[in-house]
């Protein structure tokens, strides 16, 4: 007869590869289809693919981690007044205050970032973003932009358009008109319902 594990003595017992399926009925093949589209879009950002689009762009090399840092500062507020402290920074790069404190200590130092006073409490520095900062931001837009296009260059309009509302809804980025497909001004490239 074996003893049974106690799983609060060992760490590694968390991390165990369960024994069974967590559900009795088939997966939803959508669900499949998203799963690994997912593991293939982190893949992808793990291997720096679209870091690599970019540094190919410029006329100089730049350090990436400057480009993440200016995405979040830029990044529209989630509520009315919020202020881009470097708190948020963390919270929106999902890393630790220290690491996000080292992350925009060195944009600053590059001039893409800047420390001003807070509008609700003096005592609080915020962040926002220098004109170097704007001119990153802007290129990094146009640059990924590219990327995408490039990418979907085959997909019709309505794709894209659907393709933009569902991610949109998906990462949890509120809908906007821009993003609804409209055949009058997208143009009827494909039947309904398709």
Same mark, same amino acid.
């Given at each position: 007869?074996?003893?049974? *594990? !106690?799983s609060?003595?060992? %760490?590694?017992?968390?991390? &165990?590869?369960?024994? +069974?399926?967590?559900?009795?009925h088939? $997966? ?15 893949r ?8 690599r689009?970019?540094?190919s ?17 830029e ?19 999902? *890393? !630790?205050?220290?690491?996000? %404190?080292?992350?925009v200590? &060195?944009?600053?130092? +590059?001039?893409?970032v800047?420390?001003? $006073?807070?509008?609700?409490?003096s ?61 009058? *001004? !997208? ?8």
């Open positions: 007869m074996t003893k049974p *594990v !106690d609060t003595s060992s %760490s590694d017992a968390s991390e &165990a590869a369960p024994t +069974a399926p967590l559900t009795d088939e $997966p939803d093949p959508a669900l499949v289809a998203v799963e690994r589209a997912m593991v293939r879009i982190r992808n950002q793990t291997k720096r693919t679209l870091g689009f970019v540094t762009r410029l006329d100089r090399s730049i350090d990436l981690t400057h480009t993440v840092v200016v995405d979040a500062v990044e529209e507020p989630e509520e009315p007044g919020q202020e881009v402290t470097v708190g948020l920074v963390a919270e929106r790069l999902a *890393v !630790d205050p220290s690491r996000a %404190s080292r992350l200590a &060195a944009s600053v130092e +590059a001039g893409y800047r420390r001003v $006073p807070s509008q609700a409490d005592r609080r520095a915020c962040l926002e973003l220098t004109e170097a900062g704007h001119a990153l931001a802007a290129l990094a837009h146009q640059v990924r932009q590219e990327y995408f296009a490039e990418i979907m260059q085959d997909w019709s309009a309505r794709d894209r358009q659907d393709f933009a509302r569902l991610l949109g809804k998906f990462a949890g980025v509120p809908v906007r008109s821009q993003y609804v497909y409209d055949p009058a *001004v !997208d143009g009827a490239d494909e039947p309904a319902g398709t």
